[in-house]
T-cell receptor, first 110, second 118 residues
Framework: GIQVEQSPPDLILQEGANSTLRCNFS?????LQWFHQNPWGQLINLFY???GTKQNGRLSATTVATERYSLLYISSSQTTDSGVYFC????????????FGTGTQLKVEL | GAVVSQHPSRVICKSGTSVKIECRSL??????MFWYRQFPKKSLMLMAT?????????EQGVEKDKFLINHASLTLSTLTVTSAHPEDSSFYIC??????????????FGPGTRLLVL
């Protein structure tokens, strides 16, 4: 099946720092979504980004589908950004089922 | 944005009992809902796809008689963990797709249900 790997697995930042999270996937996809899972377990949709670049406030994402990767940029990080970030892909011909990546655990410290 | 609720948020039960978890799309109709399971510090694993008015489709390795899914309406899907055992303890999350079933539609996730089987 499709492999979805995220890096780094863990990341500790000082408040105000910038970071880049990466998502590599092994096959062509129809859809890619980025999520933030907060400490209570709720998954929050960040981006629906099968290709191209999008920005929302301090967050932006870029997907290069032909090279099978996506990047999530967090600028001026805040303690509320802490949690786990997942990318998830919908495999071409996969029936709209999402396969989640391995996740990046982010901790932002004061 | 689209809102998905789950009930209960947390449940503790004795081994051998059955537990029902509800997933509702509050402001949209969802012909398809999905059920995931997440172990501590792990990623989400898809268990099954729930289709309104038809049988659920289970992923490989998921026991359909153990995890009963019913998608009775366009806004409600239920997951029943039958004869629960301690190894069924986990975080269960549902999602719903807001759309007519086209390729690449966004999924929205419920807040999850923490199940602890004693």
């Amino acid at each position: 099946g499709i492999q979805v790997e995220q890096s780094p697995p863990d990341l500790i930042l000082q408040e105000g720092a910038n970071s880049t999270l990466r998502c590599n996937f092994s096959d062509s996809v129809n859809n890619l979504q980025w999520f933030h899972q907060n400490p209570w377990g709720q998954l929050i949709n960040l981006f629906y980004i099968p290709s191209g670049t999008k920005q929302n406030g301090r967050l932006s994402a870029t997907t290069v589908a032909t090279e099978r990767y996506s990047l999530l940029y967090i600028s001026s990080s805040q303690t509320t950004d802490s949690g786990v970030y997942f990318c998830a892909v919908d495999l071409t011909g996969g029936g709209n089922k999402l396969t989640f990546g391995t996740g990046t655990q982010l901790k932002v410290e004061l | 944005g689209a809102v998905v609720s789950q009930h209960p948020s947390r449940v503790i039960c004795k081994s051998g009992t059955s537990v029902k978890i509800e997933c509702r799309s509050l402001d949209f109709q969802a012909t398809t809902m999905f059920w995931y399971r997440q172990f501590p510090k792990k990623s989400l694993m898809l268990m099954a796809t729930s289709n309104e008015g038809s049988k659920a489709t289970y992923e490989q390795g998921v026991e359909k008689d153990k995890f009963l899914i019913n998608h009775a309406s366009l806004t409600l899907s239920t997951l029943t963990v039958t004869s629960a055992h301690p190894e069924d303890s986990s975080f269960y999350i549902c999602s719903a797709r807001d759309g007519s079933g086209g390729v690449g539609e966004t999924q929205y996730f419920g807040p999850g249900t923490r199940l602890l089987v004693l």
